[in-house]
């Protein structure tokens, strides 16, 4: 079809309009060298902490140690949260009778859900909580297979006498026949809470309380090792001050460590328990927060 006049008139206008307001427009300029540089530095470093994480989440161990310190500082975090929601129900609810207090005799009183303000502090207290348990129940589950390593371990400390000193020997035997029996138990307990293997919940409570108690052994005998390889160190002597400087400071790390598991293991190895949810977190993340601290540098 012909195009009219009138036709090409209208696209010459209307080509003419959109050049006028297209040269109105100002270009948009590119961000200037501070945020492209501050753009810049936030994801340089956002892939270094990812990568870091990677490196750390690589090994089981890593895994485990991550693992740990999330678990143990949700505790921690929902037991606090739980003491301040519960401080502030306690003084709504004080000052409510107090103003009842102040009513006449005959005055009908009327409550809701509403009167009492809910909680969000509480709500997020039983997610970490949650978070938590269930952060708990998946490290049981990775340490099934702690038998095996355990087999690694007592092939080592028996048939190849890793260490010049034959107590730091002995001692090492007997944290393996301690982790065996802490292990074995824990495995069948846990197992058996699932429903995979038969034992009564009374016999998986008991076995639950003696894998503790073996635990507290391998504590008890680490101390000791600890000590005796201090010792072992020192009557030899000589050596470089760098690596005394990182010797010591594994040494204090790991004396920590088990002052911070002590008390735990003394916990779960009673039937009634000693210390309330907030020392298990607060001494679990004592744990973690070392440990995070170690596998972190060692990974950079």
Excluded at 14 to 33: F, K, M, R, Y
Excluded at 191 to 197: E, F, P, R, T
Excluded at 228 to 251: F, Q, T, Y
Excluded at 278 to 287: A, K, N
Aim: aromatic letters at 8%; charged letters at 20%.
């Amino acid at each position: 079809m012909a195009t009219t006049n009138e036709e090409r008139y209208l696209d010459t206008k209307i080509s003419e309009e959109n050049s006028t307001q297209a040269s109105d427009v100002s270009p948009i300029s590119p961000p200037g060298p501070e945020l492209s540089n501050c753009t810049s530095r936030f994801l340089i470093k956002t892939d270094e902490t990812i990568s870091h994480l990677s490196r750390i989440l690589s090994t089981a161990s890593g895994t485990d140690t991550l693992l740990l310190t999330i678990c143990y500082t949700s505790l921690l975090s929902s037991t606090i949260l739980t003491s301040i929601s519960l401080a502030r129900l306690r003084n709504t609810a004080r000052i409510l009778i107090n103003k009842v207090l102040t009513l006449p005799p005959e005055t009908t009183i009327l409550l809701t859900m509403k009167t009492i303000p809910s909680s969000r502090l509480l709500k997020l207290s039983m997610r970490l909580k949650a978070l938590s348990s269930l952060i708990s129940d998946v490290r049981i589950f990775a340490r099934l297979w702690g038998l095996i390593s355990i087999w690694t371990w007592a092939k080592s400390v028996f048939v190849e006498n890793p260490n010049e000193d034959q107590t730091l020997n002995q001692l090492e035997r007997l944290q393996v026949i301690a982790n065996i029996g802490y292990q074995y138990l824990e495995n069948y307990a846990y197992l058996s809470s699932k429903g995979v293997l038969g034992w009564s919940q009374k016999k998986q409570n008991r076995a639950w309380i003696w894998s503790s108690r073996f635990w507290a052994l391998h504590v008890i005998l680490e101390f000791v090792r600890l000590w005796r390889e201090k010792r072992v160190r020192e009557e030899k002597g000589k050596c470089k001050a760098n690596e005394k400087s990182l010797w010591i400071n594994d040494w204090e790390n790991q004396v920590l460590i088990n002052t911070a598991y002590a008390p735990l293991t003394v916990h779960w190895s009673l039937e009634k328990g000693l210390v309330n949810e907030f020392f298990v977190g607060l001494l679990g993340s004592i744990v973690g927060l070392i440990k995070i601290r170690q596998v972190w540098n060692k990974t950079r």
